[in-house]
């Protein structure tokens, strides 16, 4: 089975920060890999698909991008509904398994 | 609107059974692909089982392989959970998945939950 790694778990971060999260996959698993934003008491949300692909409706700052089995979400500009954590997620093969989560908090 | 309601979560002893359902409205229900994904108390997400637009093809994670049985009624904009041998690590919020269309477009549209309790 493929495995995801996340790195920050946890970011203190500011409004205005630049914020970059890692994901890194156990294997190739091409650019099958998307992100999720989860605020506390809510289902997560879809951020990218495909590794670079930004999801209908969701904000410009956030961006994706992917280099062998390493990949990145970027928030290029923390906004206040930001603080909340990040999941990568693999679809190359059954199970699509998520990474362990990193949580954007305030500084 | 495009909607995903799950229901049947409860609190279950260990080694019991229970079936959650999903009903989904407005959309094409048998043109999408749907997953389980669960998150136990305080913990990250976790992909439980898939199934394809026909139901004839069905993924399981590792940890519920054998015990779980993920099953679709496209007639009744359906999914379902068959939970047997439940443990207490099942206990969980577990969610119903649409996905984008295919995996490549990622899980799009998630329901609320619905809560699993196993526990003595």
């Known amino acids: 089975d493929i495995q995801m790694t996340q790195s920050p778990s946890s970011l203190p971060a500011s409004v205005g920060d630049r914020v970059t999260i890692t994901c890194r996959a156990s294997q190739n698993i091409d650019r099958y890999l998307n992100w999720y934003q989860q605020k506390p008491g809510k289902a997560p949300k879809l951020l990218i698909y495909a590794a670079t692909n930004l999801q209908s409706g969701v904000p410009s700052r956030f961006s994706g991008s992917a280099s062998g089995t390493d990949f990145t979400l970027t928030i290029s500009s923390l906004q206040p509904e930001d603080f909340a954590t990040y999941y990568c997620?693999?679809?190359?093969?059954?199970?699509?398994?998520f990474g362990p989560g990193s949580t954007v908090d305030l500084k | 609107e495009v909607q995903l309601v799950e229901s049947g979560g409860t609190v279950v002893r260990p080694g019991g059974s229970l079936r959650l359902s999903c009903e989904g409205s407005g959309f094409s229900f048998e043109d999408y692909g749907m997953t389980w994904v669960r998150q136990g108390p305080g913990k990250g997400l976790e992909w439980v089982s898939d199934i394809s637009l026909n139901g004839r093809s069905a993924g399981y994670a590792d940890s519920v392989m054998g015990r779980f049985t993920i099953s679709r009624d496209n007639s009744k904009n359906s999914l379902f959970l068959e939970m047997n041998n439940l443990r207490v690590e099942d206990t969980a919020l577990y969610f119903c998945?649409?996905?984008?269309?295919?995996?490549?477009?990622?899980?799009?549209?998630w329901g609320q939950g619905t809560t699993v309790t196993v526990s003595s």
């Open positions: 998945v649409r996905d984008g269309g295919s995996s490549w477009y990622g899980m799009e549209v």
């Open positions: 997620q693999h679809c190359h093969s059954v199970p699509f398994a």
